[in-house]
């Protein structure tokens, strides 16, 4: 019934009113989460163990779900050990895959800021350089657990910020089990209970985590078997779109860009939406940052939408080419899903012939 007066609407009316749009609020906003998923998942693998590269990130690659190690490069007998090369070595290989977590150098606790300073200058340098980052790249940090650490939370905010570091997800250290929402899930034994994570995520459209140390071995183990069907289970759910699984530092990152972003100027026409964007922090967040999904609303009746750009802040001729050719999307419920493309300011969406 709805659908046919759209389609009315859409007919005769020679300037298509908002309300022809199924998205009433707004023609165009950026995804609360990457692809337009309900809520985000980080998998967190800490302390580097040689059972998590054996065992966890093969399984990441195979299914296509990044995951964050969090290394101290302290524990290794050198910069040259082969144990530690080879996670520099996998996260070139796989930059939307594995990447590199600061856990500080030694994992020993900290005294003062100077000490905290120090430990993650040198360490966060030297994963930077093992995974062929930019020096200022962003990189997570994760709280090294049961050490002492004397800092405040405002001297330790400065030193992440000094240091072009973030603070995983919001983490008091020994808080027993998850709480609803933003903190991590640590206690979980099984693929049933990251469920519970997953299904949280996506009844509150939030971000949740998990933390392992050992898969299959090493310290605090998590069960081999049961990794590979928590692994099957995310899988299922960011593959029908229920979920993004991200990166620590990209679902950071993501959200930074996320509010940030402004649309100006969104014009509303009988050939269909433009719009401005203002605010995109594009590479000013890193050169592995993820981009906006943005949502917009378009007439109910269209089925294929082509989107495309006259206004953008390159110079390169194949960029600008490549722009203003644009690119085609499936309207699916009167809207379209799509990754803005890094330096486009000026965004229109026309019905796809
Ligand atoms: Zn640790």
Known sequence: MKATLLVAAAAFAAALPLSAFAEKESPVRVATWKGAAKGAISLYYDDGTGSSFKNALPELVRRGLPGTFYICGGWFGSENDPNLVRWGAA???HPDIVFL???????GGVSNALQFAEEISRNGALLRRLAGLPEDEPLSFALPGAVRWDVTREEQAKVLADHHEVLRHPFEPNIAGPKDGNNPTFSMRTAADAAKAFDRAERNGGWESLIFHGIGGDWIAFDLAEHGAMLDDLEARVKAGRLW????????RYAAARDAIRFTDAEVSEQ??????EGDAGQQLGVTAPRPTLVCAVPADWTRARVRSELFTFGCKELADRARKGFEVPVSAGRIVFDLPLGWVGVSVRKAE
């Open 101 to 107: 977590g600061d856990h500080t150098w030694a994992h």
């Open 245 to 252: 699984c991200g990166s620590a530092i990209d679902v950071h």
């Open 91 to 93: 996260a070139k290989e």
């Open 272 to 277: 269909g939406l433009d719009f401005r964007v």
